[in-house]
């Protein structure tokens, strides 16, 4: 038979059967996209940059591109809350795929002002000596080169900058953006991974102690991989379970509300053994990302040894995206299983708070030290998570919004305090700070009674709105558990601050540099948003109250 003859046999057979001839090309909201689409773009002119601009104008255009990109990107977020897409137009946009409502635009633009935040100390060049008449910053001269082979002495020399950094925060970020709009299981996991990958790489690129710092990343990478491997399994057994992907239909499903229920969907349906597990393997997913007890073990090794703007940035960051991917799947996939999984969330909030708190105690590397701060903090949010009322949302946003600025600020002043190999991050080291730089030391110590959850300072609202839900919500032993891991916490914080105004200062000791005004800018806006969201926090915790209703 001709070619012709089969090709012919073949259109008739297309367009006798319906539906192969006709493909419904998708609806794309791009409007409503815009956030993302715009970060996307600026990554990928960020890799067209690292092609063809010569390597000495490099930083300054990636630096351009980032910082025009978040600025655009944040102004579309804030035209689409203007525009009513946070409350009354709130609904689902890229054929099912990604929820434009309230909480994902408040977590959108949070994320983005961080990473604005973030990408001025991944900028600095001010801080460590020039080396070869050339300023450097955090990362490695060139990230492929064997830590101390002669290649990498020759990059040094030669002025070389991993500038790739840029394109790799924006990549994070699109990543970061999509996960708690997420509206499929897909679509969670492509988020996932998207913002995931940019940060193992982030985490192997510190100039110095470079091998430390790809140790970090190896462990991140490892353990990520595991995590990452937990959500797959478990949206594959949700699927089997519903038939399908998407949040509203898994919830409908689960509530028994489901229209046309065909016999094979009834089949699954009986089996709860499938939702019960492929929702644990989703939400163990979930609570690593947010590093919580148990699933915790990578966050003081990789904190401590990634380039630190980068760990201010992924402590930041990547926590508003997961607790608001986490809040979803909660409120909107599984509000039918709440007293399968609230007792639960409880044993890990409780866990997660107190081994934060006491084993933070130990801890003699600030770093470290700031870890497992963030861990007791991941229990502190998650009080809030289980309220499972609209106050327990909205404290949670309000809680993310305020302890993102207060981690990335304290992880620029860390930036500060440098000895002859880089960062001077051993406690003993900031002995005496207070009276060699009172300023940086004062600083430091307003972001320390922030995360102590002292009065009019931010960490105090954002503690006292998610106790105040949690309570409401019926959860007031977690609160008791809760106010004890406090008044833990703040022991080491306030230690700190003793270390630093009431000890000798040694003569050896570290020399705090003077940053350029990226990381003074950095620094100063951590400042504002602690005292502000402190002193008048209502403003903030009533825009977090109006964007805390989730769209079905």
């Not at 419904?24 to 773009?41: N, W």
Request: proline share 5%; with cysteine; glycine share 8%.
């Amino acid at each position: 038979m001709s070619a012709t003859a089969v090709h012919s046999l073949w259109t008739t057979a297309a367009t006798a059967a319906d539906p192969i001839a006709k493909i419904d090309a998708p609806k794309i909201e791009y409007g409503q996209l815009s956030p993302v689409l715009i970060v996307l773009g600026a990554a990928i002119i960020g890799i067209l940059v690292e092609a063809f601009v010569p390597r000495r104008s490099r930083y300054y255009v990636q630096m351009f591109v980032s910082v025009v990109a978040l600025v655009a990107a944040f102004a579309a977020v804030v035209a689409l809350a203007a525009d009513g897409y946070g409350t009354t137009k709130a609904g689902i946009a890229a054929m099912g795929a990604v929820a434009v409502d309230g909480p994902a635009l408040f977590l959108q633009g949070t994320i983005l002002l961080t990473s604005l935040v973030g990408l001025f100390t991944f900028a600095e060049r001010r801080l460590d000596p020039e080396a070869h008449g050339n300023r450097v910053d955090s990362f490695a001269a060139q990230a492929a080169a064997v830590p101390g082979s002669e290649s990498e002495q020759k990059a040094v020399k030669a002025g070389f900058t991993t500038t790739e950094v840029f394109p790799l925060l924006l990549f994070a970020v699109v990543g970061m953006l999509v996960f708690p709009a997420a509206n499929d299981l897909l679509t969670l996991f492509v988020a996932l991974e998207v913002f995931s990958l940019p940060l193992y790489l982030l985490c192997a690129l510190a100039r110095r102690k470079r091998l430390m710092s790809q140790e970090a990343a190896v462990k991140y990478f490892l353990l990520g991989a595991f995590a990452s491997a937990f959500t797959l399994f478990g949206i594959a057994l949700l699927y089997g379970y519903a038939g399908s992907m998407s949040y509203g239909t898994i919830a409908q499903v689960v509530d028994g509300t489901v229209q046309n229920v065909t016999p094979a969907l009834a089949e699954t349906m009986g089996n709860d053994a499938l939702l019960l597990v492929g929702s644990a393997l989703i939400v163990m997913g979930l609570l690593f990302k947010v590093g919580a007890v148990p699933f915790h073990m990578w966050t003081p090794d990789v904190y401590q040894g990634a380039p630190t703007p980068v760990t201010g940035f992924m402590a930041a960051a990547t926590k508003v995206a997961a607790f608001g991917a986490l809040l979803r799947i909660l409120y909107v996939v599984l509000p039918g299983l709440r007293w399968d999984w609230r007792p639960v969330m409880w044993a890990v909030a409780i866990v997660t708070m107190l081994a934060g708190a006491i084993v933070a105690i130990t801890q003699t590397d600030i770093k470290r030290l700031l870890a497992y701060s963030s861990i007791a903090h991941a229990g502190f949010i998650l009080a809030g998570v289980i309220a499972t009322t609209p106050e327990g949302i909205s404290s949670v946003l309000f809680y993310l919004a305020a302890y993102s600025f207060v981690t990335i600020g304290a992880f620029a002043v860390v930036t500060l305090v440098r000895d002859a190999g880089g960062e001077a991050t051993h406690l003993s080291k900031w002995a005496g700070l207070g009276r060699r730089s009172p300023l940086v030391a004062a600083v430091f110590a307003i972001f320390l009674l922030a995360f102590a959850g002292i009065p009019l300072t931010s960490g105090f609202s954002g503690k006292f709105a998610v106790f105040k839900a949690a309570a409401e919500g019926g959860a007031a032993p977690l609160v008791v558990i809760g106010v004890i891991s406090s008044a833990i916490a703040a022991f080491f914080y306030i230690r700190v601050i003793v270390l630093m105004f009431f000890s000798e200062p040694r003569p050896e000791g570290p020399t705090v540099a003077v940053p350029s005004p990226l990381t003074m800018t950095a620094i100063g806006v951590g400042v504002a948003v602690t005292v502000v969201l402190g002193v008048a926090p209502q403003y903030f915790l009533d825009l977090a109250g109006q964007a805390g209703v989730f769209v079905r």
